[in-house]
């Protein structure tokens, strides 16, 4: 395939994998029996889409970005809020930036990038919130990167080991070391240094996937996503029907604390986001709905 053909098709497995997650969401929003807000009305999503104009001028950050994407955003009974979002841009990172960015030096500034984007903050304390994102990125060169991680506001010791269970038979389809290299990176990144504490229970996490063979690396990018899918929609239809107390519900306000925190201070996808002039909603769809801190 040529460039172009490679992005279009990466593309359109974000919207195919957006859209499979999309409705394996409404269908356990349908599903809910019991716990606290089963009398609530299921949710659905509303897909909101957004675009850049093509004027060229550079953002306030010096970057010039054309394309778009779309927002997904559901409330409901069983997902408090969860964002999936996909998007597709290109344009010119500013000088500073730049330097950050395999490749861009060397192309001018010049990239494009598409992707798909997922956070989960859930009604139950005793379902876990997650991440998750695949992305392809082109400059002078061309990769893929993305991963999952799991948040409980209490852990619960089997969800931990079906949900790494999962992405080491997925690593292993494909390489015996990325699941033990990127589980690392996943425990290294996730991490809050002014707590000295991880953000949650981990997962996986990777960056500048670049092998040289570009199907090997799509499809592992492709097998992260549809892994994501089945291993977490798993961990939900085991919790979501319970019912919790208040005091359990405070704590999970002030664990969501946490989650602000990092991606407000340290995450590289809010940062990538805000200075090339993303969609600021899109970007910080990953905010929980309500927070409190201690």
């Known amino acids: 395939m040529t460039d172009d053909n ?6 359109n497995w974000f919207t195919a ?6 409705a394996e969401f409404e269908s356990l929003e349908d599903a809910l029996s019991g716990g606290n807000k089963a009398d609530l009305p299921a949710g659905r999503f509303e897909i909101s889409p957004w675009e850049r ?7 306030a950050s010096g ?10 955003i559901m409330r409901g009974r069983v997902f408090e809020k969860v964002g999936v979002n996909i998007s597709r841009v290109h344009g010119t990172f500013a000088p500073d ?9 060397d192309n001018n500034g010049e990239f494009w990038a598409a992707g798909i984007s997922l956070v989960a903050h859930m009604q139950s304390p005793l ?8 992305r392809m990125i082109s400059t002078s060169k061309s990769w893929f990167g993305g991963g999952a991680d799991l948040t409980p506001m209490t852990e619960d010791p089997a969800d931990t080991q079906s949900f790494h269970a999962a992405f080491e038979a997925c690593g292993n389809r494909h390489d015996p070391s990325y699941y033990p290299e990127h589980k690392a990176w996943c425990d290294r990144y996730f991490y809050l240094p002014h707590r000295d504490e991880p953000r949650g229970v981990g997962g996986i996490f990777y960056d500048y996937l670049d092998s040289g063979d570009w199907d090997a690396d799509f499809a592992y990018t492709r097998d992260v996503g549809e892994t994501f899918l089945a291993a977490y929609s ?3 239809k085991r919790h979501m029907n319970k019912n919790w107390t208040d005091e359990q519900r405070e704590h999970q306000l002030v664990r969501r604390g946490r989650y602000v925190e990092f991606n407000l201070l340290y995450d590289r996808g809010t940062t990538f986001g805000l200075k090339t002039g993303g969609n600021t909603e899109a970007i910080l769809m990953s905010m929980p709905p309500e927070v409190k801190w201690p």
């Open 17 to 22: 994998l957006r859209d499979s997650i999309c």
């Open 6 to 11: 490679k992005k279009q098709h990466a593309f």
């Open 53 to 59: 104009e093509n004027s060229g001028q550079p953002n």
């Open 234 to 236: 798993a961990i939900v």
């Open 97 to 105: 930036f730049a330097k950050n960015i395999p490749g861009a030096e």
């Open 127 to 134: 379902v876990p919130a997650v991440h998750m994102n695949t």
């Open 63 to 72: 970057s010039v970005l054309h394309g778009g994407g779309e927002m997904g």
